[in-house]
């Protein structure tokens, strides 16, 4: 009777043990869909309801078949903050973003590629430029996203790099966007399964700037509220206004020529030419990308003003964004390096480090924690505005 009470008790013991991988396995890991990348070590958000059935593109990947994350940051790091306000800010809007570990980069390979030795397929080059160390891992780890959008057969993705915002809105701006990208593009395919169709390379929702004509036939133009007045934005590359096109509206195009690459979706063919196009040199990735718009390598859509951009941290340390807060009324040093006063819109710090977001109306990572009744804006300030070109 002892042995078989004891061989029960251990028999209950394995059960729950089986039961809590189980629980961890649901918490951690969410796939999306039939889009899955190899060797994963992944950190996904789980906010809201994955409807399977919603396939528009106001859905949980706002119309695409995943929304993918490039960032190479160590979360365990004490000043790591940019994933964290990543899911945050996810968490906030229902959004569901991959965030797949970089594969390790040797000293070697990166070394050659500084020096101008090798392309980004590790084959030998001439005369190529000589990218910093940022730009170059920054550039690998684009290409290697596009390598495993390319494996697994994913149809359109959108590709966002780790320090990107949004609006609390996003999922309602993106549904006029498809539309307006399916007319202009003659899309041949279903709006129920894709809904911005597939009859392009790059549509680059996320930059600090493009040139374009607000009355060329390539241009559409609507209303959107939850685009800033034009006196609250600003061509960030360029350094000029949004003035020549009325307030809160939106224009989608073909692309000028954007710079940054803060957002941008891709097809599964413009995966394809977008890893050759960008393997063939080690200059910047969003310099090499806004060539291919420019020259034509590239069929490339734009949205301006633009979806998503980057926030930026003042300071020399980067902290977590547990600890971002409303600021309203302090004053003084703001974290950058020693200057004082830098004080926009309603002072969001990150434990007394100043954030912004260029020509965002609600920042998603500033109000990942306040309902709609009590939303902060968090843009620059004037002097912000001239001193920071993205």
């Known amino acids: 009777m002892l042995s078989y009470a004891s061989s029960f008790k251990r028999y209950d013991v394995l059960i729950l043990f089986f039961i809590l991988i189980l629980i961890w396995q649901i918490t951690h890991f969410i796939p999306l869909g039939p889009y899955s990348l190899p060797n994963l ?23 695409f078949q995943a929304i993918i994350s490039v960032s190479a940051e160590n979360r365990n ?13 996810a968490n906030r809007t229902g959004l569901f973003v991959h965030i797949p570990r970089q594969r390790d980069v040797t000293f070697k390979e990166l070394k050659d590629l500084r020096d101008g030795k090798v392309d980004g397929d590790g084959k030998a080059v001439e005369d190529s430029p000589h990218p910093n160390e940022g730009q170059a891992l920054a550039w690998l780890a684009h290409i290697n996203t596009l390598q495993n959008i390319i494996d ?15 609006d609390i809105a996003i999922r309602s701006e993106t ?15 279903q709006p129920e399964l894709y809904p911005y169709g597939t009859d392009w390379d790059v549509l680059w929702l996320g930059h600090c700037g493009d040139i374009f004509g607000t009355t060329s036939p390539s241009t559409i133009q609507f209303s959107d509220p939850t685009v800033l007045a034009t006196n609250l934005l600003r061509n960030v590359w360029i350094g000029t206004s949004y003035a020549a ?17 803060f957002a941008y979706a891709v097809t599964l063919h413009g995966a394809r030419k977008l890893k050759q196009w960008a393997s063939t040199t080690g200059e910047a990735f969003d310099v090499k990308m806004h060539r291919g718009c420019v020259d034509g390598a590239l069929t490339c ?51 007394g480090h100043r954030v912004f977001t260029h020509n965002i109306m609600h920042s998603a990572r500033c109000n990942w924690d306040r309902g709609d009744e009590e939303l902060v804006q968090c843009l620059p300030n004037e002097e912000e505005w001239e001193r920071f070109q993205t």
């Open 41 to 63: 070590d992944d950190i996904v958000t789980h906010a809201g309801h994955h409807d399977s059935t919603d396939l528009t593109a106001g859905n949980a990947t706002l119309g």
């Open 77 to 89: 790091d004490a000043h790591a903050w940019r994933q964290d306000g990543l899911i945050k800010a």
């Open 152 to 166: 697994t057969n994913t149809t359109t993705a959108l590709i966002i790099e780790d320090d990107a915002d949004w």
């Open 175 to 189: 549904l006029p966007i498809a539309s307006a990208v399916r007319s202009l593009t003659n899309a041949s395919s």
């Open 245 to 261: 096109f009325p307030n809160h509206t939106r224009n989608v195009h073909y692309a000028g020529g954007p710079m940054c690459t």
């Open 301 to 351: 859509l734009t949205a301006t003003p633009e979806v998503m951009h980057h926030q930026r941290m003042l300071g020399a340390q980067a902290l977590s964004n547990a600890d971002m807060v409303g600021d309203d009324e302090s004053e003084g040093d703001a974290g950058a390096g020693g200057e004082e006063g830098l004080r926009g819109s309603d002072g969001i710090t990150l434990r």
